[in-house]
């Protein structure tokens, strides 16, 4: 099948037309650009309950641009429910039930069996895959892919929207649940910075039971990363990383520095379900 490439191919596909929302600024930049040319366009977030409160501001805002509701699925069984279910097994890269339970299947289960156009922000300059269901109703489609649209386009159509980034990528890369696992060491600290009592509700959910251990990072607790020589190396490490990027590469951005450090410190790509759903 020759896939359409144009808006106004994509606008005259019969079917519904769905734009999953990360919060974050790929999918963010993809409804601002869909959104004059895909009138029937639905928006949807799947909501794990503890997402920043940056990321639910940035959401209301969007909202507020597109003039259309953004449909958050998820409102009674957030992380929490699951958790429970899962009998407190904290979620990890090896059992990524989160991913699942929170974002595929609610997603799905809003689809049904309709004929259903699911757009995708990944950009023209990366090289990497997304969510992709094994629902045959359901079909992907690359916008800025297939536009050919990159990172200074997504910057672009965010700041010509009012919107801009994301605030929390000064210190964090990606979307999602404020104690993803997926996080970096970096990402932990500013966490513990930013919001100190996210990180305190974060090391809630670390248990120690016998033999077993259930945290967030394998190779050190929440409480081991916050003793303040640890604190004190990371933000030393982080510093210096950002100082040789920083000379390394005049004109670059924030975001981009940030990236580069932060892919330096752990190269675990992170959950592509999370980022662009
Ligand atoms: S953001 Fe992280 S913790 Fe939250 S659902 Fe996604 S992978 Fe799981």
């Not at 259309?68 to 990524?96: C, E, K």
């Not at 607790?221 to 640890?230: A, I, T």
Request: contains cysteine; aromatic residues 12%.
């Amino acid at each position: 099948m020759v896939m359409p490439t144009t808006f106004s191919q994509w606008s005259e596909l019969p079917g519904r037309h769905i734009v999953s929302l990360s919060g974050g600024k790929d999918s963010t930049a993809l409804a601002i650009y869909l959104r004059d040319h895909i009138p029937q366009l639905e928006y949807v977030f799947c909501d794990t309950h503890k997402e920043l409160k940056e990321t639910y501001e940035y959401l209301d805002r969007l909202e507020a641009y597109l003039q259309r509701p953004i449909i958050r699925l998820n409102p009674d069984r957030g992380f929490d429910h699951w958790l429970t279910m899962y009998n407190g097994m904290l979620p990890s890269g090896q059992v990524r039930w989160c991913t699942r339970k929170l974002k595929i299947e609610p997603f799905e289960a809003y689809v049904g069996n309709d004929k259903v156009w699911s757009y995708i922000g990944i950009r023209g300059d990366e090289n990497r895959s997304g969510y992709i269901s094994t629902k045959s109703n359901i079909q992907a489609l690359y916008p800025f892919k297939d536009h050919g649209l990159g990172l200074r386009d997504v910057e672009r159509i965010l700041a010509e929207s009012g919107l801009g980034m994301p605030t929390y990528y000064e210190w964090r890369q990606r979307s999602g649940c404020y104690f993803c696992f997926f996080q970096r060491t970096g990402e932990w600290v500013g966490l513990k910075d930013r919001h100190p009592d996210l990180y305190e509700e974060s090391k809630k959910y670390e248990t120690e039971n016998g033999g077993e251990r259930f945290t967030w990072r394998q190779r050190e607790s929440l409480v081991e990363l916050e003793q303040p020589e640890r604190l004190a190396q990371v933000r030393a490490d982080h510093i210096k990383r950002l100082e040789e990027e920083r000379r390394r590469r005049p004109g670059i951005t924030l975001y981009e520095l940030n990236k580069v450090v932060f892919d330096e410190e752990d190269d675990d790509p992170g959950c592509n379900i999370c980022a662009l759903h």
